[in-house]
């Protein structure tokens, strides 16, 4: 792994160097991107002028022109398919979709077209098209613009599937985004557009770490906590406080769940024996599942315990007085944690004729 | 079933997909008559496949009413071939099927592929899954059609895949263990008590682990107790998988330059009888004494390696009541005819049974000829305690390179299974290339003696 975790590096080392937002980590991205590659075009719902809702492409427009960033009307189907055939008359269009629930009206240019072309081509028309999902909750806000949809785009074959959980990775993830071949998802954690980390070393960076590598954010050797995106802040917090009772968390930040990085997930468990995956997304049928299922098919004589999920709960976002009951916490992850059999007294929890003995 | 139809008049029986895709077959023969009462299974025609000619047992029981075809009619799959009178048999009794299953359509109701699955016990997988027994009588008998035995309903529920493996590396057989936790969980304390009381001298769980609960078998199923030479058997080969990592390197050899060697040595000796099996006595001896490191056993409790001394030759041979071992001692202080002879003797004495315990314990190394059952390798088991196990494969003529030419030449295969503890791949490697050189170019020989 060369690209360090910046957000959670000790801090003096870290404040010594120039600090910027995820925010500002993207909209440097975008700039680098599009003044290395003239192809590239930034458009989208208030991407333009206003510089967008959470001021990603602020200036963008101002300092490359109308005909690079431009805004669209509301009306996502059209934005991605405006971006479809901008892609095959050679550009490489970065879209936005303003907030996690918007993309649903785009859903079927997304699955249907965005996916399949080079498929449908032989191979002969990729779509190097970068789809900006700013996603998940944690910001007091409402319905249609809180939803973690990542597994609608993770199970559709064609899609790469990215989300950054640091301010470095969202430079260097979203210009290897740009720089792909093929059509890719980036999920932006909206939560985190403000947290602040260096991007130093990654814009001088000449290359960058391709797809398909996840990161070990913090060494343990007790349990391994899988997340991705907003939920790594969180399984680093729990990490932090799981020392008080005595265990040691390793957590492994995927970056990318398309392609997914089965060695470094699978190295982790068999190493720690245990596994919790986090995420923020309601749990049945999310890509924690999915997680869950290739962890316990690749590492099952290592297991001590069933691997668990902490997810969200299953249910539509709440309102924004609820949504901390909704989104997993720390304390979830610790409660989860201490369900892993670590006296070699069985999880009751799904246990028929449970009643004998006296494990809780 | 869907081979049938049922009418006011009877049930008739149609022709069944034969399977591979037949789309008929031939009436050749019919085994009954109208009038004759028939019961379920019984064969009652004989068809012909472009396949094959095959019995068809009738599904259902009752008198025949008519027989739709003459012998020499092509039957489309699906057409009448005869219908059966009266009695109707029950729903229930339709469901439950007789089980025949002979020819690929049977009268049982349940659809399975027909692949096997492997698994290490041999078992249907069903039958794990049910973690009893409970599928494991055929595998085309449907589950619920097997017959209900005494032994649990569910598998053993085990706290993690982790104590399962411990359990099983163990031979510690789940089902047996009572377990402590809540649930009825078998929890790592329970195994770690099985293990410590199966090492205070439960020796024979340590050998015949039950890992099919007895529940699981036919009542006609042979059982044959282990005991006496079988037991003996067992054990030995048990305890040496479980205690001796072993490895396996071998090499093929042209072995045109012994067999040459031997009728040479016959031509000017003929009263030694001096076998090949003497000649790889006596090559396995001078590799010992090159690398004496094979000629050695491990004493685990003292936590040392003991290399032995004397050369005590094992050698497999097969005696009425199975595979015994007898030991050529000192073989390293006896000329090659001597080899043979005492080869000799101790090969009648197993084939007569009257093999003393003396002859056949305290051997170091052990020479096994399974190429006289027509085999070419093997990936032995190690003789207790030995280090070491020469293998030879059979010879025949193979096509090898010979000076730059392919020629028929006498070519086996010769392996070598070694106790990893005692040396590494190098000396393993290095006697065996010695062995093979020898089989090669058997006057090398004379350069160690």
Not at chain 1, 198 to 208: D, K, P
Not at chain 1, 302 to 329: N, T
Not at chain 2, 226 to 255: C, H, N, Q, Y
Request: glycine residues 8%; negative net charge; contains cysteine.
């Amino acid at each position: 792994m060369t690209l360090t975790a910046a957000a959670h590096a000790a801090g003096a080392p870290a404040s010594a160097r120039q600090q910027v937002t995820m925010s500002g980590a993207i909209n440097r991205a975008l700039r680098d991107a599009m003044t290395a590659d003239a192809d590239v075009v930034v458009f989208g719902e208030d991407v333009g002028t206003l510089g967008g809702v959470f001021r990603v492409t602020d200036g963008i427009a101002r300092d490359f022109g109308q005909d690079r960033c431009f805004d669209t009307p509301l009306a996502e189907a059209g934005i991605v398919g405006f971006a479809v055939g901008m892609a095959m008359a050679g550009f490489r269009p970065v879209i936005e979709m303003q907030f996690d629930a918007f993309a649903f009206p785009a859903f079927e240019q997304i699955a249907s077209h965005v996916a399949k072309m080079r498929n449908r081509t032989a191979g002969r028309v990729n779509l190097p098209i970068v789809i900006r999902i700013p996603f998940g909750g944690g910001i007091g806000g409402v319905e249609h613009h809180c939803d973690s949809s990542e597994a609608y785009y993770a199970h559709t074959p064609g899609l790469k599937v990215v989300t950054p959980a640091t301010v470095e990775d969202a430079y260097t993830l979203l210009r290897e985004a740009i720089n792909d071949p093929d059509p890719v998802i980036f999920m932006e954690p909206k939560r985190l557009y403000w947290s602040k980390g260096s991007i130093e070393s990654a814009v001088a960076a000449t290359t960058f770490e391709s797809f398909g590598h996840a990161a070990v954010r913090r060494e343990g050797t007790d349990v391994t906590l899988v997340a991705y995106g907003p939920s790594v802040d969180v399984a680093m917090q729990a990490a932090s406080a799981a020392i008080e009772s005595g265990w040691s968390v390793e957590v492994v930040d995927l970056r990318t769940i398309v392609p997914f990085d089965d060695e470094t997930v699978v190295n982790s468990v068999r190493k720690t024996g245990r596994c919790v995956v986090v995420q923020e997304a309601q749990g049945f049928a999310g890509v924690g599942a999915e997680i869950a299922a290739r962890v316990q098919e690749r590492a099952f004589h290592s297991l001590h315990a069933p691997v668990l999920r902490v997810a969200g709960l299953d249910i539509p976002y709440p309102p924004p007085k609820l949504e901390h009951l909704h989104l997993p916490g720390v304390e979830r992850v610790l409660d989860a944690i201490a369900r892993l059999q670590w006296d070699d007294n069985a999880d009751t929890r799904f246990l028929a004729n449970a009643s004998k003995g006296g494990a809780a | 079933m869907s081979v049938s139809t049922i009418s006011t008049t009877g049930r008739t029986f149609m022709l069944p997909d034969l399977g591979e895709g037949l789309t008929e077959a031939e009436v050749i023969e019919w085994h009954v008559a109208p009038g004759d009462e028939v019961h379920v299974d019984q064969i009652v025609v004989t068809v012909e496949t472009a396949k094959a000619t095959v019995d068809l047992p009738c599904p259902y029981s009752g008198p025949v009413l008519t027989l739709h075809n003459a012998p020499g009619a092509v039957v489309e799959v699906g057409r009448p071939l005869l219908t059966i009178g009266a009695e109707r048999i029950s729903g229930a009794e339709e469901q439950s099927g007789s089980g025949n299953v002979l020819v690929g359509y049977g009268t049982s109701e349940a659809k399975r592929s027909g692949r096997r699955r492997v698994n290490p016990e041999g078992r249907p997988t069903a039958a794990n899954n049910l973690g009893s027994d409970a599928a494991a009588r055929t595998i085309n008998a449907p589950a619920t059609t097997a017959p209900a035995t005494a032994a649990p309903s569910v598998a053993p529920k085990v706290i993690s895949p982790v104590v399962r493996k411990l359990a099983r590396d163990n031979q510690i057989s789940l089902a047996r263990l009572a377990p402590s936790g809540p649930g009825d969980v078998i929890r790592r304390a329970d195994v770690e008590a099985a293990v410590r009381m199966g090492e205070a001298g439960l020796a024979s769980q340590e050998v015949a682990p039950a890992q099919v609960p007895a529940g699981a078998d036919r009542a006609d199923d042979i059982r044959t107790p282990l005991r006496g030479v079988r037991k003996t058997i067992a054990d030995k080969l048990t305890r040496s998988r479980r205690e001796i990592p072993e490895a396996t390197t071998w090499v093929d050899v042209d072995a045109t330059g012994l067999m040459a060697a031997k009728d040479e040595i016959k031509a000017v000796n003929a009263v030694a009888r001096i076998g090949l099996l003497a000649l790889f006595a006596r090559i396995s001896i001078a590799g010992l004494t090159k690398f004496p490191e094979l000629n050695a056993r491990v004493n685990v409790e003292a936590q040392e390696i003991v290399q032995l001394r004397d050369i005590n030759l094992s050698f497999a041979a097969q005696s009425p009541r199975g595979l015994v071992v007898p030991v050529v001692h000192d073989a390293a202080e006896m000329t090659t005819a001597e080899l043979a002879a005492a080869l000799r003797e101790l090969t009648e004495l197993a084939r007569d049974d009257k093999l003393t315990p003396a002859q056949m314990t305290g051997g170091t190394f052990t020479l096994n000829n399974y190429g006289v059952f027509g085999t070419d390798g093997a990936a032995p088991i190690i003789n207790y305690p030995e280090a070491a196990m020469l293998g030879v494969g059979r010879i025949i003529d193979r096509p090898w390179a010979h000076e730059g030419q392919v020629a028929l030449r006498k070519v086996a295969q010769l392996g070598l299974t070694f106790d990893h503890r005692v040396c590494d791949g190098r000396t393993a490697g290095g006697f065996l290339r010695f062995v093979a050189d020898c089989v090669e170019r058997p006057v090398l020989l004379l350069a160690e003696l």
